[in-house]
Structure formats: C-alpha cells, structure tokens
C-alpha cells in the first residue's frame, strides 16, 4: 500500500563516534537493507520493520571495539528522527499503537502514542546480561533514544518468558506492530488527533 505522498525519512547522523545513514520508509512492504555493525541489532530492527511493514535501510559504523554503546543508542536518535520527519507534524494518523506478540514461552506488550511527549517505560526483565556479544541493557537504550527524539509515549511490559532471546525479539515485533497501527492514515483526520487541535 502506498499514499499519494510517501512518507519518508532519511537520516545522516555522524560524531565522533559512529557514522549512521538511515532511510526509513513508512507505507513499505517491510523491506530491509541493514547493516549496523552490530549483528544483534540488524536481526531486531529487521524484525521491527518486517513486522511493522516499513522499509529500512541501514549504513553504520562505530566505535564497536570500546562497545555496541554509542552504535545502539545513535541507531535509536536516527531512526526517532527519521520517524518524526516522515510524520512531519503527527497529522492524519490514528496517533496510538497497541500490539502483544508471543515469542514461544515470551510475552510483551507494547502501547505506543504518538503524541509528541516522549516518555519511555520499560517493564521487561531479560534474565541474561549478554545474548551472544550483545549486551541486553543497551536494548532500553535503544529504545530512551527512540523515543526522545521521534516524541513518542511508549510503554514496554512484559507478561512473562524464560529466554533472553526470545524476549527481545517479542519487544521488537510488537514495537513494530504497534507502530503501524500508529502511523496508520486516518482518512477522517485533517490534523493531528487532538482535541486541542495540535500535539
């Protein structure tokens, strides 16, 4: 499905640190193309886009020999900034997302508001510090940086589940699910949906 404006952002984010270009495509067919420098975040945001129907396209490098610190954290600015130039002023979209996905024995929930407020709560226990290389706090990083810089409310919880693996991968398919319920055009809205009439 497309719109007769495709809504698109595309981000050059470069420091000292890592060196991100990233295009975001929202009315995609969940099409990917990413490449982060770390492996564990490629496989999440695939399942993010895939999921959530958006195409992604991914280039970055970083500092991934101190650690996946500054890689992760500067991938979830970029994409925030890329989600909020493709919705430019949060206007005709149903603005809340709300998706549970099971990952064998994991369960999570994801409520998302695109309102401009960014706020993030993080309800989910991985019971291992490491999934291969992968250092699991730097999820919650990921996504405090996503929702800061796309003004996203967003609450993560999770219900239950066993394997650290698992479970993030149910974060990251109802993020994505949520989010294309979010960001989905409502054909009865002129602007945001807001009774104040802006976000």
């Known amino acids: 499905m497309t719109t007769a404006k495709a809504r698109r952002g595309e981000i050059h984010r470069q420091t000292r640190e890592t060196d991100i ?8 067919q969940g099409r990917t193309a990413i490449n982060s420098g770390v492996g564990f975040m490629d496989h999440m945001l695939t399942l993010l886009a895939v999921h959530g129907f958006f195409d992604l396209e991914i280039k970055a490098s970083g500092d991934t020999e101190v650690d996946d610190h500054h890689s992760v954290e500067d991938l979830g600015i970029a994409l925030g900034q890329a ?9 005709g979209i ?4 709300m998706a549970a996905v099971p990952m064998d024995e994991a369960l999570v929930r994801v409520t998302l508001d695109c309102s401009n407020r960014p706020y993030l709560h993080y309800g989910v226990t991985v019971p291992d510090s490491k999934v291969g290389a992968f250092d699991t706090a730097l999820v919650k990083e990921f996504l405090r940086a996503f ?17 650290s693996h698992h479970i993030l991968e149910a974060v990251f398919k109802a993020l994505g699910r949520a989010l294309d319920q979010a960001v989905a055009p409502e054909s009865r809205l002129a602007g945001p949906l ?6």
Not at 83 to 91: D, F, I, Y
Not at 151 to 156: A, D, F, Y
């Open 194 to 199: 807001s009774s104040k009439g802006t976000l």
């Open 147 to 163: 929702t800061l810089h796309g003004g996203i409310t967003l609450h993560v919880e999770m219900a239950h589940g066993e394997n």
């Open 83 to 91: 989600l909020k130039q493709a919705l430019a002023e949060m206007g």
């Open 94 to 97: 149903r603005r809340y997302g």
């Open 21 to 28: 270009k990233l295009n975001l495509t929202l009315d995609g």
